[in-house]
């Protein structure tokens, strides 16, 4: 048997903590290693635990969640940790700035449970979590933030063109299966590419890559 996905929560609200265990907890392929209700406990705990998964909130006392974020799986962390937002601000700042310090996703508090559970198992995979319609305001409203931090033109990337076409797809907020049908290709096909996209350009997922085409000025 596979073993279960071990989730740390860290919420500062005891009443959605622990709903948040409940939900986790029911599931036979998912497991709660540790609960805590501020950043700072979050990191001690995670470094004692290593979960899977941290489903952490934004705003906590002591230490808050992006800065918690930050030190688990930020720039230069030696054994990053995985860790999916979740909050009650829909495109706040402090999602967008959460998503920079290396979470691999975020969600809502008010979406179902089975959202979470999905979130949950998808960032667990390694992969990225972030609806697409989502991604397309999120980084809609702060490219203006985000576009100049670097300067470079697309020839200067180590992409294929088909491979720079499917990274600004990627940006707009597609998924694999709009980009798929976008360039009448299959979504195994569209894997690859974004596999490739991600080793060649040292990203870790599809977040930052959406964030690094807009650096890079290959989205608008």
């Known amino acids: 048997m596979t073993a279960p996905i071990r989730v740390l929560v860290c919420d500062d609200q005891m009443l959605v903590r622990t709903g948040l265990v409940t939900i986790i907890d029911a599931q036979p392929d998912l497991e709660v290693a540790g609960e805590c209700g501020d950043g700072r406990t979050a990191v ?3 470094g004692r635990l290593r ?10 006392p002591v230490l808050d969640g992006i800065e918690a974020t ?14 999916l937002v979740v909050t ?34 998808t960032v667990a995979m390694g992969a ?17 933030r985000i576009r100049p931090v670097e300067d470079g033109a697309p ?16 940006a707009d907020g597609l998924s694999n299966s709009e980009i798929a049908a976008a360039l009448l290709i299959s979504q195994e096909t569209v894997k690859t590419f974004v596999s490739r996209i991600l080793a060649k350009l040292g990203l ?5 890559a959406v964030v690094y085409a807009y650096r890079r000025g290959l989205a608008t």
Not at 155 to 170: A, G, K
């Open 44 to 46: 001690d705990l995670a």
């Open 88 to 121: 009650t601000f829909n495109l706040d700042e402090y999602v967008y700035e959460a998503l920079r310090a290396g979470a691999s996703g975020f969600l809502l508090k008010d979406a179902p449970p089975s959202q979470l559970l999905h979130g949950i198992r």
């Open 204 to 208: 870790r997922d599809r977040v930052q």
């Open 155 to 170: 020839q200067d990337l180590p992409l294929t063109p088909r491979e720079l076409e499917v990274l600004r797809l990627i």
């Open 51 to 60: 979960p899977d998964v941290v489903v952490m909130d934004v705003r906590m």
């Open 128 to 144: 990225a979590l972030l609806d697409p319609e989502v991604t397309r305001q999120l980084v809609g409203r702060y490219a203006a």
């Open 70 to 83: 930050r030190l688990l799986a930020g720039a230069g962390v030696p054994h990053p940790v995985k860790v």
